[in-house]
Every structure is written in structure tokens, then in C-alpha cells.
């Protein structure tokens, strides 16, 4: 119904930046919510950053101030700007989509399939 697709991972040196992006196709009625969430090894998948439909953001308190999260919804995509980045930011970074389907009336969520971010010297 909906797919969505990630893309800008990679390893990156302590201070650097990386751009994440993800796109949404399928039989799209509706986009709400999106967000970015990420994944460390043994621990919990947390929330990022999230941007509503007209805009409003959040953002973890340990990303603030470093993270941007911006939406496009003319293309349906989300992207997350990440600058000085750290070690501690290495995960695995999920996409999330708050969506409705055509002729699906309820709202679903959907996920990425993940893509690696590895800050590193």
C-alpha cells in the first residue's frame, strides 16, 4: 500500500554531517505525521525527530540543536539533516510514516527498511 524508501546513510567522521532522506510511494491518500527514529545495538528504538502536516517539529534532547527534520509534501518525502554528529549517534535509522491508504479509512504506520549511520574516526 505504502513504501517507503531511505537513502544517505554511511560512516562519517566525528563533527561531520550526514543527509538522511526517505520517500513515499504506493497508493498514498494522505500522509500525517513523520518522523525519524533510530536504533543502537541492545537498545530501543527511539524517536529522533517528527514534523506534523504543517510543519510543527520535535526533537530528542540529545539531537537538538544538530538534527533538522524537513518534509516535502508535494513528493511525499521526509529528510533529516545531521551535523555534528558524534559516536554516540551511530544506529541504525528508521523512517516512519503516519499514512492512509487508498480506500484504507483508517491511518497506518509504516517503516523504512533502516539505514546504517556509523560516526567514526
Known amino acids: 500500500q505504502v513504501q517507503l524508501v531511505e537513502s544517505g546513510g554511511g560512516l562519517v567522521q566525528p563533527g561531520g554531517s550526514l543527509r538522511l532522506s526517505c520517500a513515499a510511494s504506493?497508493?498514498?491518500?494522505?500522509?500525517?505525521?513523520m518522523a525519524w527514529y533510530r536504533q543502537a545495538p541492545g537498545n530501543q528504538r527511539d524517536l529522533v525527530a517528527s514534523?506534523?502536516?504543517?510543519?510543527?517539529?520535535n526533537y530528542a534532547d540529545s539531537v537538538k540543536g544538530r538534527f533538522t527534520i524537513s518534509r516535502d509534501n508535494a513528493k511525499n518525502t521526509v529528510a533529516l539533516q545531521m551535523n555534528s554528529l558524534k559516536p554516540e549517534d551511530t544506529a541504525v535509522y528508521y523512517c516512519?510514516?503516519?499514512?492512509?491508504?487508498?480506500?484504507?479509512?483508517?491511518?497506518?504506520?509504516?517503516w523504512g527498511q533502516g539505514t546504517q549511520v556509523t560516526v567514526s574516526s
Open positions: 514534523i506534523t502536516t504543517t510543519g510543527s517539529t
Open positions: 516512519q510514516v503516519a499514512a492512509q491508504a487508498l480506500g484504507v479509512f483508517r491511518t497506518t504506520t509504516y
Open positions: 504506493g497508493r498514498i491518500f494522505r500522509i500525517d505525521g
